[in-house]
């Protein structure tokens, strides 16, 4: 079992509303592994970075994406660190990959003022800046396309990643 595609991308690329609208159009499950996180510990993932530390998070993070990967057949959503994880980033070989690329103001504006984002808690523009230019090049290790975001609606951007998919067959 394979996800039909899995998303990465910037917090405020859009992940989760372009991959709920690119399932609902696919007629398949969405899933996202952030979600699967908070079920597992029982807990918003605010509350885990301060309960347990960003390292416990990512300890569940990669837990989650390796068994989203084995076992999602679906559309699959990836937390905007899972590329950060060098085992994780070698799991998504082979995978159809769709980086969702975004520019810094458009982030801005979709994520606010990060809340319920622990890492954007404090000066949210400059961390977003330094989070999105630190994984640029590692979203696009992982992708095989990249589709830009900015200024489109999540139905528009649903529709490039499904013509995408279809012409890969």
């Known amino acids: 079992m394979r996800p039909v595609c899995v998303l990465v991308g910037a917090p405020g690329a859009g992940k989760t509303i372009v991959g709920?609208?690119?399932?609902?159009?696919?007629g398949v499950e969405f899933r996202d592994t952030d979600t699967d996180i908070e079920q597992l510990a029982g807990k918003p993932i605010p509350e885990i970075f301060v309960d347990e530390g960003e390292a416990h998070f990512r300890t569940l993070e990669r837990a989650a994406v390796a068994a989203a990967l084995a076992t999602h057949s679906g559309v699959l959503a990836l937390g905007g660190g899972a590329v950060l994880a060098e085992e994780s980033r070698a799991a998504l070989a082979g995978h159809r990959v769709v980086h969702l690329s975004v520019e810094l103001a458009d982030a801005v504006k979709r994520v606010g003022l990060g809340a319920g984002r622990p890492l954007l808690a404090i000066n949210p523009r400059a961390t977003l800046k330094y989070l999105m230019d630190?994984?640029?090049?590692?979203?696009?290790?992982v992708a095989t396309a990249t589709v830009v975001t900015?200024?489109?609606?999540?139905?528009?951007?649903?529709?490039?990643?499904?013509?995408?998919?279809?012409k890969e067959g």
């Open 20 to 26: 709920q609208t690119l399932a609902a159009t696919l």
């Open 134 to 141: 630190q994984r640029r090049p590692l979203y696009a290790e």
């Open 150 to 166: 900015d200024g489109r609606t999540p139905e528009e951007i649903a529709a490039e990643i499904a013509q995408l998919l279809r």
